[in-house]
């Protein structure tokens, strides 16, 4: 970058915000919007990130005590930077990866401003742009890119009891088995998340009930390489849309106590009781469905399909790889497999708490402009919306499976900040009547970066 575009940039984190003018305004500086802001610094765009809270606030505070990132160190970051304290190896806490983000932000200072929350963005009706109402008063925009994250508020769903007696919180409320009352607990729920916060209740001596869907399950690694490798190589984060009917199905991977793979029939040898997909709730009684058995074969055909690709993988690439044949054995069954409750009494079995580790849904209350299908849903090529000007960045399959992880993000914010150049290339484009007339004109110093 210039110094004359450094200096621009700074310009813009240091104005007042009320009657700013900004080119484009990022909204978030999470991941997502600190790849933006690197990618169109890169490009000499004036713009402005905002940010409600902190840098990174959902790796600070929206996520449990003792996570880690779930890839590795060497592939869970921004190609500008490593974790230089970390192995490549390990796997980064959630704090690490927060502080990550600052320093990267640091590094090219990119003009953030945290604590400012961003409440309405509208079109204007007299004039190109948008204006944007902020709880630090209001901007104009000529465009605007949500970065405001792919989970942003817990969904519980609505089977959910009105029982006062039971503890019930969201995963993304979730910090540690302390929180807890004394007593079992149910984790509704198998992906990243319940499956780890219910292996971490269970190793701190409670009984946990895990109700298990339809989940994928890749090897922690097979024959020396990481799954995130695996996913790499053989095309799998580049997938533009999950397959026909796996819509909903979750991902269960862990990266605690070094990493390892999530393997649903050790953990009920362990001790945890694995049970179908939660039904409803009546009387005291939580039902279950009878799918167990069905999730359990169809996240091993998952597995499998893996190690599969991953042999015929090494096989084609004639790669010198150790083979792991341990890695196909089937752990055997136990009880609450074989023979899955229907139903549990929660009193009876001493349940006292539920954790509801069932996903996000996204709100863009704030985005009042015509980026949006019937159903809500943002209408986006691979994050250029259907209204001119506006963008979105970190949402799940922007452009494929691995747009709202770390690595995937960045290269979706490398596109939109690509297209937002060339607009401004039109834009700024004069034919030969208007360049004539700007040779005779006397010359107008025009803002440096396009913030007035
Ligand atoms: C439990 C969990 C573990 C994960 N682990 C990994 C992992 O190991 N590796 C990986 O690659 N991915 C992981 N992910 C997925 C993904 O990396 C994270 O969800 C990540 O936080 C997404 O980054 P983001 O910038 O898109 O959104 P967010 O981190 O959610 O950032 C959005 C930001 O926008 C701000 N904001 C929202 N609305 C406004 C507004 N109106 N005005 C101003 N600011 C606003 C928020 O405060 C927030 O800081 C994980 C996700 C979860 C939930």
């Given at each position: 970058?210039?110094?004359?575009?450094?200096?621009?940039?700074?310009?813009?984190?240091d104005?007042?915000?009320?009657?700013?003018?900004?080119?484009?305004?990022?909204?978030?500086?999470?991941?997502?919007?600190?790849a933006?802001?690197?990618?169109?610094?890169?490009?000499?765009?004036?713009?402005?990130?905002?940010?409600?809270?902190?840098?990174?606030?959902?790796?600070?505070?929206?996520?449990?005590?003792?996570?880690?990132?779930?890839?590795?160190?060497?592939?869970?970051?921004?190609?500008?930077?490593?974790?230089?304290?970390?192995?490549?190896?390990?796997?980064?806490?959630?704090?690490?990866?927060?502080?990550?983000?600052?320093?990267?932000?640091?590094?090219?200072?990119?003009?953030?401003?945290?604590?400012?929350?961003?409440?309405?963005?509208?079109r204007?009706s007299?004039?190109?742009?948008?204006?944007?109402?902020?709880?630090?008063?209001?901007?104009?925009?000529?465009?605007?890119?949500?970065?405001?994250?792919?989970?942003?508020?817990?969904?519980?769903?609505?089977?959910?009891?009105?029982d006062?007696?039971?503890?019930q919180?969201?995963?993304?409320?979730?910090?540690?088995?302390?929180?807890?009352p004394?007593?079992?607990?149910?984790?509704?729920?198998?992906g990243?998340?319940?499956?780890?916060?219910?292996?971490?209740?269970?190793?701190?001596?409670?009984?946990v009930?895990?109700?298990?869907?339809?989940?994928d399950?890749?090897?922690?690694?097979?024959?020396?390489?990481?799954?995130?490798w695996w996913?790499?190589?053989?095309?799998?984060?580049?997938?533009?849309a999950?397959?026909?009917?796996?819509?909903?199905?979750?991902?269960?991977v862990?990266?605690?106590?070094?990493?390892?793979?999530?393997?649903?029939?050790?953990?009920?040898?362990?001790?945890?009781?694995?049970?179908?997909?939660?039904?409803a709730f009546?009387?005291?009684?939580?039902?279950?469905?009878?799918?167990?058995?069905?999730?359990?074969?169809?996240?091993?055909?998952?597995?499998?399909?893996?190690?599969d690709a991953a042999?015929a993988?090494?096989?084609?690439?004639?790669?010198?790889?150790?083979?792991?044949?341990?890695?196909?054995?089937?752990?055997?069954?136990?009880?609450?497999?074989?023979?899955?409750?229907?139903?549990?009494?929660?009193?009876?079995?001493?349940?006292t708490?539920?954790?509801?580790?069932?996903?996000?849904?996204?709100?863009?209350?704030?985005?009042?402009?015509?980026?949006?299908?019937?159903n809500?849903?943002?209408?986006?090529?691979?994050?250029?919306?259907?209204?001119?000007?506006?963008?979105?960045?970190?949402?799940?399959?922007?452009?494929?499976?691995?747009?709202?992880?770390?690595?995937?993000?960045?290269?979706?914010?490398?596109?939109?900040?690509?297209?937002?150049?060339?607009?401004?290339?039109?834009?700024?484009?004069r034919?030969?009547?208007?360049?004539?007339?700007d040779?005779?004109a006397?010359?107008?110093?025009?803002s440096l970066?396009?913030v007035?």
């Open positions: 970058m210039t110094d004359l575009n450094q200096t621009a940039l700074q310009k813009c984190a104005m007042t915000l009320d009657q700013m003018e900004i080119d484009t305004l990022i909204v978030g500086a999470g991941q997502a919007g600190v933006m802001s690197e990618h169109l610094s890169k490009l000499g765009v004036p713009h402005l990130v905002l940010e409600r809270n902190r840098i990174a606030e959902g790796w600070r505070t929206g996520r449990w005590d003792s996570l880690v990132a779930n890839g590795p160190a060497w592939h869970d970051r921004f190609p500008g930077m490593e974790f230089d304290d970390l192995s490549p190896d390990a796997f980064a806490s959630k704090d690490r990866v927060a502080a990550y983000f600052e320093a990267y932000a640091n590094k090219f200072k990119a003009p953030i401003r945290t604590g400012v929350e961003v409440k309405r963005v509208v204007n007299d004039r190109p742009g948008f204006t944007v109402e902020t709880s630090q008063g209001v901007i104009k925009a000529n465009r605007v890119v949500s970065a405001t994250g792919p989970f942003q508020r817990p969904v519980i769903p609505p089977i959910a009891p009105k006062e007696t039971l503890m919180i969201h995963s993304a409320h979730y910090r540690n088995p302390q929180q807890l004394e007593g079992a607990v149910l984790v509704v729920g198998a990243s998340s319940g499956v780890q916060i219910a292996d971490e209740l269970r190793r701190a001596g409670k009984q009930y895990l109700s298990v869907g339809a989940h399950r890749p090897p922690r690694a097979y024959r020396n390489r990481d799954f995130c996913l790499g190589v053989l095309g799998e984060w580049d997938a533009e999950a397959q026909p009917g796996k819509e909903h199905v979750t991902i269960a862990s990266g605690a106590r070094g990493g390892h793979t999530v393997d649903f029939r050790r953990l009920a040898s362990e001790g945890i009781t694995l049970v179908g997909l939660t039904k009546s009387d005291g009684k939580v039902s279950f469905q009878q799918d167990l058995a069905d999730n359990l074969a169809r996240g091993d055909e998952n597995y499998l399909s893996l190690l042999d993988y090494i096989a084609r690439n004639g790669l010198d790889l150790p083979e792991e044949p341990e890695a196909r054995r089937v752990f055997p069954d136990s009880e609450c497999i074989t023979n899955p409750l229907r139903e549990l009494d929660l009193a009876e079995a001493g349940v708490s539920v954790i509801w580790a069932t996903g996000y849904s996204v709100d863009f209350s704030w985005l009042q402009v015509n980026a949006f299908d019937a809500g849903k943002p209408q986006h090529q691979r994050g250029v919306s259907s209204e001119p000007g506006v963008y979105f960045v970190g949402l799940p399959w922007l452009s494929r499976r691995g747009s709202t992880f770390i690595w995937g993000v960045w290269h979706d914010a490398k596109h939109i900040a690509d297209h937002i150049a060339t607009q401004r290339k039109y834009a700024e484009y034919d030969a009547s208007q360049r004539a007339a040779e005779h006397p010359v107008e110093k025009l970066m396009g007035s």
